[in-house]
């Protein structure tokens, strides 16, 4: 089973501050990876696929990229709707596994 | 649009059975697979397996294997994840989603929260 090991576990920052959340699996998942948002109660959203296509309707400051074992998510201009815990998740090899996810708060 | 409207919550008691529902609509159903996805209180994502909705074929968590059944209905736009031996542990949020044409999860239903107590 591949490891998807999410880092940090939770980011305080400021709005308008540019993050970079990464993941990192312990094999190779070539480009098969994605991104979601989650906010309390909700679906997770998904942002990010193929290591760095932005789904359908997510903005440009979302920025996916990465290949083989190290994959980032970075988040330019943070807004107050980005405020979510975010996941990674690996698609190359069954079973299909999900990183433990970042937690971005407001600082 | 793309839609996925899961069945209702559920109460059930350890080592019942509980069977969540998942009606798509807004694509040809028979073109994507389904995942399921669950999420206990507090927790992450944990990935249970996928089903192909053309084929029938199957690829379930070893977690899960031996008590979960996941299934279509292709004359309805309904998969169906089925979850034996219930404990407390599987009290959780289950998600259907649709897959890409690869299996990531793309598009996600609203959740079923599946409540095991005695």
């Known amino acids: 089973e591949v490891m998807m090991t999410q880092s940090p576990a939770t980011l305080s920052v400021s709005l308008g501050e540019g993050i970079t959340l990464s993941c990192r699996a312990n094999?190779?998942?070539?480009?098969?990876v994605a991104w979601y948002q989650q906010k309390p109660g909700l679906a997770p959203r998904l942002l990010i696929y193929?290591?760095?296509t932005r789904a359908t309707d997510i903005p440009a400051r979302f920025t996916g990229g990465g290949s083989g074992t190290e994959f980032s998510l970075t988040i330019s201009g943070l807004q107050s709707e980005d405020f979510a815990v975010y996941y990674c998740?690996?698609?190359?090899?069954?079973?299909?596994?999900f990183g433990g996810g970042t937690r971005v708060e407001i600082k | 649009q793309v839609q996925l409207i899961q069945s209702g919550t559920e109460v059930k008691k350890p080592g019942a059975s509980v069977k969540v529902s998942c009606k798509a609509s807004?694509?040809?159903?028979?073109?994507?697979?389904v995942n399921w996805v669950r999420q206990a209180p507090g927790q992450g994502l944990e990935w249970m397996g996928w089903?192909?909705?053309?084929?029938?074929?199957?690829n379930y968590a070893p977690k899960f294997q031996g008590r979960v059944t996941m299934t279509t209905d292709t004359s309805t736009s309904t998969a169906y994840l089925e979850l034996g031996s219930l404990t407390s542990d599987d009290t959780a949020v289950y998600f259907c989603?649709?897959?890409?044409?690869?299996?990531?999860?793309?598009?996600w239903g609203q959740g079923t929260l599946v409540a095991v107590s005695s």
């Open positions: 193929s290591a760095s």
């Open positions: 094999q190779s998942v070539n480009t098969f």
């Open positions: 089903i192909s909705t053309y084929n029938d074929n199957k």
């Open positions: 989603a649709r897959d890409h044409g690869d299996p990531h999860p793309h598009d």
């Open positions: 998740h690996q698609y190359n090899n069954w079973p299909l596994t």
């Open positions: 807004g694509y040809i159903f028979s073109n994507y697979g």
